[in-house]
C-alpha cells in the first residue's frame, strides 16, 4: 500500500473538516476515497466539494464493505463511536476514532477488549489532538523527568467553554442524555479529562463530585466539581462548566520539587510556569532549623511565541491533521506509535462516568468497583427514560 485510503463516517461539523483536508493533499500518506453520512444535505455538500473523485454513501455499512477504503475516521455523535469501529474491526479496517471513545466505558471495553484479542493486527487509534500540544507535551516531559518529584496535587479549572441557551436550542443531539450522554464532560472536557489523567500519570480510585445545571434549559451537566484521589496517593480537583463570563482556564500540578501552572484563556496567551525548588521539600522540612523557614525556588517560564502558534505547535487546527498524518504513518508501518490509542480513551471516560455516577448517588465511587460500569449504565438509562417525558430542552 502507497497511500492510505480513507473513508470518514460523519461529515458533519468536523468529520467535514477532516475530509477538506484529506481532500487537499495535507497528508502526504493518504487519500480520501469515500465519505458517508446520513443527511442528505451533507451528502449534497460531499458531491458539491469533492466531485466524482470521493465516492458518497448513505449507510457506514455499505461504505466499509464497498473495498475502497483501508482505513475510517469516525465522527458520528458519540454513542455510535464503539458502534461503528467494532463493525470496522471487523472487517479488518484500520479506525481512528474520534473523541470521545463512547459514551460509557462497558461499551468502549467491549470494542478495546475485542480488538486486543481478536484483531491486534489492525490499528486502533483516538484522535487525542491536545496531546500534540507542545505545552502539554512540556508539561509531561518536565514531570516524567522527575524534577516536579512526587505529584501532591492536580487542579484543573476549565470554566471558559461558555455556550449560550442558543447552542443547546439549536436541536440536535447536543445536550441530551439519548444523543449525547451528558453535557460539558462529554461534549467540551474529554480532552482535558484525558490529559488530566495522562499528566497524574497514575489511576483515579475515588470521586467525589457535584454534577448540575446552571442557568439552561438543559436536562445534562454544565456545571461540575469534583474530588477524586489517585492511586499514587495524589488528589485532584476538576472544576469545568459552559456558563461561567469570563471562564478560567488554569491547570496547576503540585509536586514534591515545586509547582507547574498551565494558564490562559485562549490560545495565545496560554502559558506554562514551572517554580522548581532547589531542594524536594520533605528534604527541606527536614534540614531547616529556621522558624518559619521556606524552600528557595526558581521560576522557568515557558511562554510559546505567535510564530510557533501559527506554526501549529499550540492549539491550532494543525493538532488534528498531525494525528491524522500520525495514523496514517503508523497503518503504512512508517511509525511505531500512536498519538493516542483506542483503550487510553478509557482513561477520561471512566473519570467523566464517575462523576455522574458520584453527583447521582450523592457518595464517593470508585470506577475500577466490579459493579462500577453495569451501575452507571443502569443510572444513564434512568435518566434516558425520564427525558423521554421530561425534557426540557
Ligand atoms: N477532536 C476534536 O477536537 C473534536 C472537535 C469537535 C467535535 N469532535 C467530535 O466529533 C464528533 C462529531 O461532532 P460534530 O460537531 O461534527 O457533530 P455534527 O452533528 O456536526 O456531525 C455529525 C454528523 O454525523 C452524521 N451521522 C449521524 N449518525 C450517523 C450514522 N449512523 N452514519 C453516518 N453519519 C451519521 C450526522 O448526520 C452529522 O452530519 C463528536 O463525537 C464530537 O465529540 C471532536
Partial sequence: MDKVRYGIVGIGKQGSGYASKLFAGMDKNAVLTAVCDTAEDRREWAKQKFGDKVKVFDDYEKMLTSGLIDAVIVDTPHYAHPVIAKRALELNIHTLSDKPAGVYTKAVREVAEYAEKERPQIKFGLLYNQRTSKIYKAAKAIIDSGELGNIKRIVWIITNWYRPQAYYSQGGWRGTWAGEGGGVLINQ???????????????ITSVNAIAKTVGRKINVENDVTAMCTFENGATGVFITSTHDAPGTNRLEISGEGGKMVISGSN?????????KLEMLEPEFSKVNKVFMGKPKSKTIKVKFTLGEIIKGLLIDKGQHINVIRNFSSVVLGKEDKLIGKYEEGLNGLSFSNAIHLSSWLGKAVNPNDKKFEDMYYAELQKRIEEEKTNSIK
Wanted: proline share 4%.
Fill in 189 to 203: 472536557d474529554p480532552h482535558q479529562l484525558d490529559l488530566f489523567t495522562w499528566l497524574a500519570g497514575s489511576k
Fill in 267 to 275: 490560545d495565545f496567551s496560554m502559558k506554562l510556569e514551572f517554580t
